[in-house]
Every structure is written in structure tokens, then in C-alpha cells.
């Protein structure tokens, strides 16, 4: 009996997944970066950065609406632990640590945090608003 009948079928289905996932991560460009948003990592110019539950549950979030300012208040909902916006603040400044790019996410004073969506990338018919900084 040939030894290679013997071999699981699940090999082939896995060296699938394991090439086409990667294909469909959500894909955008955001301060002159790369970034490829997976289940829990996040790859950055062609580097997978490992990202805690906390920063991707608030990256995720501000994919909702790419380039649009989401408000700290509700970057706080997403955080187990939040109680205030101290703890954004950290979750924050761990993500962009994270990412190895801080420009990706810019701060818009008084007002919350936006994706540093790439003009190419933005939804003309969804003006970004805020004046944002690093």
C-alpha cells in the first residue's frame, strides 16, 4: 500500500487556508504605510506586528469608517477594562507601539483618534473632518 494514501486529507486544505487568509485581510494604506488587518495581528509593510486584544478591538473600530474621527468615548466601549479615557490613552499609545508606525493613527485634539487614510483610499463622498495630528 502506498504510504502517501495514508496521509491526512486535512494537508492540502490547511496549505489552502495558509496561502488564500492572508489575501483576505481588509488592506489599506494610512501615512505612507502598508497595513493588512488579520484576526489578531496586523501587518505592516510586509512585517506581522502582534497586537493585543484591547489594540485590535480599537482598530477595528476605527476601520468602521476609515479616516473618520471616532470619539474616545467610544473607543472606550471597546476596551474590557475602561473606565476612563486615561485607559484609551494607553490602549493607544500600546497600539501604535504595536504597529511600528504611530503616524497610522493620529490623535484629533479634543475630539478622539482617525486612521491616517492615504487620500487614494478615502470615500470622496465621505469628507474626513478634524484637523489631526501625530
Known amino acids: 500500500m502506498d504510504s502517501s494514501s495514508n496521509s491526512p486529507p486535512s ?3 490547511a496549505r489552502l487556508i495558509t496561502d488564500e487568509l492572508p489575501s483576505h485581510a481588509r488592506r489599506f494604506d494610512a501615512a505612507g504605510h502598508t497595513v493588512s ?3 489578531g495581528a496586523v501587518e505592516v509593510d510586509g512585517h506581522l506586528r ?3 486584544p ?3 478591538a480599537m482598530l477595528r473600530r476605527l476601520l468602521v469608517r476609515p ?3 471616532v470619539s474616545s468615548k467610544e473607543l472606550l466601549a471597546q476596551l474590557p477594562r475602561g473606565h476612563d479615557t486615561h485607559a484609551v490613552q494607553t490602549a493607544m499609545s500600546r497600539l501604535r507601539s504595536a504597529l511600528g ?3 497610522i493613527i493620529q490623535t484629533v485634539r479634543q475630539r478622539g483618534y482617525r486612521l491616517a487614510i492615504d487620500p487614494a483610499e478615502r470615500d470622496e463622498q465621505e469628507p474626513i473632518s478634524g484637523r489631526a495630528r501625530d
Open 54 to 56: 484591547a489594540g485590535m
Open 37 to 39: 488587518v488579520r484576526s
Open 67 to 69: 479616516g473618520w474621527v
Open 50 to 52: 502582534a497586537v493585543t
Open 11 to 13: 494537508e492540502p486544505l
Open 101 to 103: 508606525a504611530p503616524s
